[in-house]
């Protein structure tokens, strides 16, 4: 954009790390527009954000909504791709592997198909960060299905890093965070949940969804970073 005035779209910025990342990023020098499936939700983290940003409603799993919202937007300079998932998880005896092709059309697939709906108008100056999460590179019980899932943005952000270049690319790896994407558990099995990585990660505490927004910031701004993973997890691949 003019007048040294960026723009960052955030994929799933209407709670949780996305919207984190919005209160992170947005400031005089960069204009952030946040999007969510659900228009009651955007228009709350609309409101907390002080009406600063911009918004837009559509479901990123449905790519002609996709394709619609980048040929409205128009030029901008950052993509932040936080649409979320949570198939997968549970003992791999036991695990429903059609979940597998669940999580990638609910996480993966959206990612990149909002990739690939903004590169015509994407600044190549620019940059994108995927969020996958710490379960792609731990060896923990339970994970196997959504490591797998979240493995592939792993796998993928370098090879675009060099295959879509200059535009950088990378992907930030979130540990355990307390967002809503935990609000599938009880309260008291949470928090009891959230004790327990507290304990094992070596930070002693879990992460907050602005921890992964600095993350993520860093990478925003940083142009001399692409093709990387950068984890943000308290040290919990180190000790679970």
């Given at each position: 954009m003019s007048d040294?005035?960026?723009?960052?779209?955030?994929?799933?910025?209407?709670?949780?790390?996305?919207?984190?990342?919005?209160?992170?990023?947005?400031?005089?020098?960069?204009?952030v527009t946040i999007t969510g499936r659900n228009e009651d939700k955007l228009k709350s983290a609309w409101a907390s954000l002080g009406g600063t940003v911009g918004k837009t409603a559509f479901d990123a799993a449905k790519p002609d909504e996709v394709r619609q919202f980048f040929e409205r937007l128009g030029p901008f300079d950052h993509l932040v791709l936080a649409a979320s998932g949570g198939k997968g998880l549970g003992p791999f005896a036991t695990l429903d592997l059609a979940d597998l092709g669940s999580g990638v059309d609910e996480k993966?697939?959206?990612?990149?198909?909002?990739?690939?709906?903004?590169?015509?108008?994407?600044?190549?100056?620019?940059?994108?960060?995927?969020i996958s999460a710490v379960s792609a590179q731990i060896a923990a019980p339970g994970v196997a299905g959504i490591g797998a899932i979240n493995g592939m943005l792993l796998t993928v952000a370098p090879i675009l890093a060099v295959e879509l270049k200059p535009l950088r690319v990378n992907v930030v790896a979130p540990g355990v965070?307390?967002?809503?994407?935990?609000?599938?558990?009880?309260?008291?099995?949470?928090?009891?949940v959230f004790a327990e990585y507290a304990g094992k990660t070596p930070v002693g505490r879990i992460g907050r969804a602005e921890d992964v927004a600095d993350a993520i910031a860093f990478l925003v701004s940083n142009g001399f970073m692409t093709g990387q993973v950068l984890t943000c997890d308290g040290g919990l691949r180190y000790a679970a």
């Open positions: 040294n005035i960026e723009h960052c779209v955030i994929i799933g910025g209407s709670s949780g790390i996305g919207l984190a990342t919005a209160k992170r990023l947005v400031s005089p020098t960069m204009k993966i697939r959206p990612q990149l198909s909002c990739l690939q709906a903004a590169l015509p108008t994407l600044n190549k100056a620019g940059s994108v960060t995927f965070i307390d967002t809503p994407w935990w609000d599938f558990l009880p309260h008291e099995q949470r928090q009891a």
